[in-house]
């Protein structure tokens, strides 16, 4: 069974750390956010996490969160990569709330791969705080790992990658490409 990959940023993506002066005390995890990493793992998403952070803060950081979601983690120690390279950690998309990925990424024509969210806290998030979450749902697109599975191989690679986009969204040009596909 082909399984996709989905790789969070941690900081303003999934939350913030929670300070009590010099110290981290604990993890503001966003609004939607247990709800959507639950409901992507039970569809069977990989699930990645990629920070830029240490790794020492990435583990006080899934001390207190997130632990139980990512099987996998990333941090500067292992991957310092001056940009997110979605080729480097084999996943099918990131999710990220720095557009700064996205557009290296358009350099190199691996935009679809990338879901740019609003920064939580962020004016765009405080107006509708699950935004963030239907932008990553309509991209990775439920039904179709729903249908991977009851495809013939060729069928699923041609599935791998096929994503949808929320309309004015950088990725918002594969969603012909998934009405078409879905149509058919
Ligand atoms: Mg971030």
């Not at 793992?41 to 583990?59: H, K, P």
């Not at 632990?67 to 996943?91: C, I, M, N, Q």
């Not at 700064?100 to 969210?117: M, N, P, Q, T």
């Not at 791998?160 to 969603?175: D, H, I, K």
Request: aromatic share 10%.
């Amino acid at each position: 069974m082909l399984r996709q990959r989905i790789a969070f940023d941690l900081d303003e993506t999934l939350g913030v750390p929670l300070i009590d002066g010099a110290t981290m005390i604990g993890w503001q995890v966003r609004p939607g956010c247990v709800e959507l990493l639950t409901g992507l793992q039970q569809a069977g998403f990989e699930l990645c996490l990629w920070s830029v952070s240490s790794r020492r803060y990435v583990d006080k950081v899934l001390s207190f969160a997130l632990g139980r979601w990512f099987a996998e983690t990333y941090s500067w120690d292992e991957v310092p990569l001056r940009w997110k390279d979605v080729r480097h950690l084999v996943v099918n998309y990131l999710v990220d709330d720095s557009a700064f990925h996205l557009e290296e990424a358009r350099k190199h024509g691996l935009e679809s791969a990338y879901i740019l969210v609003p920064g939580y806290g962020d004016p765009q998030d405080v107006a509708d705080p699950w935004r963030w979450v239907r932008l990553v749902e309509t991209t990775v697109g439920w039904f179709l790992s729903l249908l991977r599975d009851s495809l013939p191989l060729d069928l699923r690679v041609l599935c791998q990658g096929v994503g949808g986009g929320e309309a004015g969204s950088p990725n918002a040009q594969c969603l012909d490409v998934k009405i078409d596909f879905a149509v058919r």
